[in-house]
């Protein structure tokens, strides 16, 4: 990047933009900006997949993090990125198995077990019990979250709670690790793909890490997701003579239903839905994120109260996690269940709607 012309009166720069950036909405905010498609041209440094330039006049203010925005150097992150390739094509290979050549409701059924076992280690866990504390939970309650979370391949409970707590304290700006407002793709799944402008706070996280299950669950990751991850379903699919189904089904296909589960509360949950309780932020409620996510959907409910153990507030609203979460609680394993006081929920709802 550099000038491309210059004159005593007034002077010109060249920035790098992502693609999808739109004109119209470069506009707000900004003066004399044009954008042009590359014909052609070759950009020093530039990947195959930038799309545009922004040619601006150097007393143009750029809002920082639309700057921020244009002149990224995204750097990929190759070891995610051959990771989710990789479990991808073995989930399509999992379905073309099942249909051609060799079919098990058992492979399936622990798919499905798998399915449940690591989404609510995920929802109840590291979201609501690790990221947040919303409630207490037994050491059995703990360790089932960080064994099948690991096995969930979305990093440790450590790292995942610290990316999300900055992801609550910066919702929508450059910081939020996940910004809706760099785009769907982005939030969805491109945040995974690249590496990060900066490390997670981890001074954010210094309650859980007096924990010692968390402790060693960051320690000891990698191998705790490839044995519950992998090596536990193929062991069980040994039982009726289907290791490889079993592998493909609770491990990879499962993985990738639930990792696109995960990442829509990131994407759709902040594109779709309404927003009865702040508009503070992005963040929507929406029935149809809650059934894709084991209740998670009703994100601008969490976002206003995040120390509610509960996503959907309703008693209709569909929020199995809620119902795990009470459920532990009924049976001595999980505890200060925390609760929003009614008051200030409507207080919430008439702000918004007056």
Known sequence: MGASQASPARSTEVYVGLPGVASSRLAGGLREVRIWKIRGERLKNRSDWWETVAWRSSHARFPPLLKRTLMARLRLNYTNTVFLVSAHLLAAFAILYLSVIHFSWWSVGLGVVWLALCGLSITGG????????????????????????????????????????????????????????????????????????????????????????????????????????????????????????????????????????????????????????????????????????????????????????????????????????WGLSKVGLARDLRRMPRQAIERARADVSG
Do not use: M
């Open 126 to 325: 590291y979201h609501r019990l690790f990221a947040h504390p919303t409630y207490k939970a037994a050491w059995p309650v703990r360790l089932f979250h960080l064994l099948f979370g690991a096995a969930s391949a979305q990093n440790s409970a450590l790292k995942w709670s610290a990316d999300h707590r900055d992801h609550h304290a910066r919702t929508d700006q450059e910081e939020d690790p996940y910004n809706a407002q760099r785009g769907f793709w982005w939030s969805h799944i491109g945040w995974v793909l690249f590496d990060a402008d900066s490390e997670p706070d981890f001074h954010r996280v210094g309650d859980l890490a007096r924990d010692p299950l968390v402790r060693f669950q960051h320690s000891h990751y990698t191998w705790l997701a490839i044995l519950f991850g992998a090596a536990v379903p193929a062991a069980i699919g040994l039982s009726w003579g289907d290791p490889l189904g079993a592998l493909l089904c609770a491990g990879f296909l499962r993985l990738v239903l639930q990792w696109h589960a995960t990442f829509s509360i990131n994407s759709f949950a902040h594109q779709i839905g309404t927003q009865p309780y702040s508009r503070a932020t992005s963040a929507r409620d929406s029935w149809i994120t809650a059934l894709l996510t084991f209740g998670e959907g009703y994100h601008n409910f969490h976002h206003r109260f995040q120390a509610d153990y509960r996503n959907g507030v309703r008693w209709y609203h569909f929020d199995p996690t809620k119902w795990f979460v």
